[in-house]
T-cell receptor, first 112, second 115 residues
Framework: KAGVTQTPRYLIKTRGQQVTLSCSPISGHRSVSWYQQTPGQGLQFLFEYFSETQRNKGNFPGRFSGRQFSNSRSEMNVSTLELGDSALYLC???????????FGPGTRLLVL | AQSVTQPDIHITVSEGASLELRCNYSYGATPYLFWYVQSPGQGLQLLLKYFSGDTLVQGIKGFEAEFKRSQSSFNLRKPSVHWSDAAEYFCAVGAGGSGTYKYIFGTGTRLKVLA
């Protein structure tokens, strides 16, 4: 079974731009969670989507948003990029919300 | 508040030596517990998990972890470390109910293996 895939793997953007990251979960998994990883803050939960609905949201500003499609694929969007948004963004999928999460390789975003 | 503590930021061991990585959590109920490993530039790979039952859990790559409720700990162990084990290790707690469930991660322990 194919694992979680994330595209693109690397992105360079400038301040003020917006960016969209994509995540394809493991087949049969309906929950997708997003995390931000930075050296200073570690791994922090952004949000979780299940069956196209946001179930839970972390403590991030409204510039961070996401959505999930009927095939469980998910996208996350960051608008008005700031330097501090430079991070590794990890997507994880699970069959149901409270089951084991499997992570993708991440998208490394650099904001200049 | 829910939290996960990994007291050791860096650990260095010689190849073939035993390893123990510490993890303590703060949570009101028995949480779901996980250990993940991350190689440079990569995502997180699941090593093992504890939901319930036997408190000694076996994982991949020869790792095991023991859940100790009285100490709120879930330490990761390996009897003999290989050079390929050099990576960063994260302990995580799955906490919350419907609508609030999420992983809370520790800050990670970076393992260096000496040849």
């Amino acid at each position: 079974k194919a694992g979680v895939t994330q595209t693109p793997r690397y992105l360079i953007k400038t301040r003020g731009q917006q960016v969209t990251l994509s995540c394809s979960p493991i087949s049969g998994h309906r929950s997708v969670s997003w995390y931000q990883q930075t050296p200073g803050q570690g791994l922090q939960f952004l949000f979780e989507y299940f069956s196209e609905t946001q179930r839970n949201k972390g403590n991030f500003p409204g510039r961070f948003s996401g959505r999930q499609f009927s095939n469980s694929r998910s996208e996350m969007n960051v608008s008005t990029l700031e330097l501090g948004d430079s991070a590794l963004y990890l997507c994880a999928s699970s069959r149901e919300t409270q089951e084991t999460q499997y992570f993708g390789p991440g998208t490394r975003l650099l904001v200049l | 508040a829910q939290s996960v503590t990994q007291p050791d930021i860096h650990i260095t061991v010689s190849e073939g030596a035993s390893l123990e990585l510490r993890c303590n959590y703060s949570y009101g109920a028995t949480p779901y517990l996980f250990w993940y490993v991350q190689s440079p530039g990569q995502g997180l790979q699941l090593l093992l998990k504890y939901f319930s039952g036997d408190t000694l859990v076996q994982g991949i790559k020869g790792f095991e972890a023991e859940f100790k409720r009285s100490q709120s700990s879930f330490n990761l162990r390996k009897p003999s470390v290989h050079w390929s084990d050099a990576a960063e290790y994260f302990c995580a707690v799955g906490a919350g109910g419907s609508g609030t469930y999420k992983y809370i991660f520790g800050t990670g322990t970076r393992l260096k293996v000496l040849a």
